[in-house]
């Protein structure tokens, strides 16, 4: 079974909610919600592809002294293992914007429960809470 890397982030703002990006039609898992962020490329650190996706995806700047690394989920998938670190940033440069089609919501840690999610995010959401609080 392959192994695939993913990296994702929980943009927090000043009120305290997460940054959630629904998945758009055409796409596998299409309509569900999740944390941002995108496949590892070949020779790329985590850090760097999260810069890189949240530039390109969401159309902001983050600096990497601004990404901590909280938690990992890891989860099978029938035709693929799935690795994901998340990392929590609350520092950006810009006002995130669905640059690729996707709908977005910002979520109080308590509600994410409520939106539909892949089966290796859903793992990720007691820690958030227990970091963030309600």
Not at 73 to 91: K, Q
Not at 103 to 124: G, Y
Request: aromatic letters at 6%; glycine letters at 6%.
């Amino acid at each position: 079974m392959r192994l695939l890397l993913v990296v994702a982030v929980a943009l927090v703002d000043t009120d305290g909610r997460v940054l959630l990006a629904q998945r758009p039609p055409g796409k596998q898992l299409a309509g569900l919600w999740e944390f941002p962020g995108g496949k590892v490329e070949a020779n790329e650190r985590p850090e760097d592809t999260l810069i890189r996706e949240l530039s390109e995806e969401l159309g902001i700047t983050v600096a990497e002294p601004c990404l901590a690394p909280l938690t990992f989920a890891s989860h099978a998938y029938p035709d693929f293992h799935l690795l994901m670190p998340l990392y929590v940033c609350r520092r950006w440069e810009g006002t995130p914007a669905p640059l690729e089609g996707q709908a977005l919501a910002w979520v109080r840690p308590r509600d994410l429960r409520d939106k539909p999610m892949p089966p290796a995010d859903a793992p990720l959401i007691p820690v958030l809470v227990d970091l963030l609080g309600p």
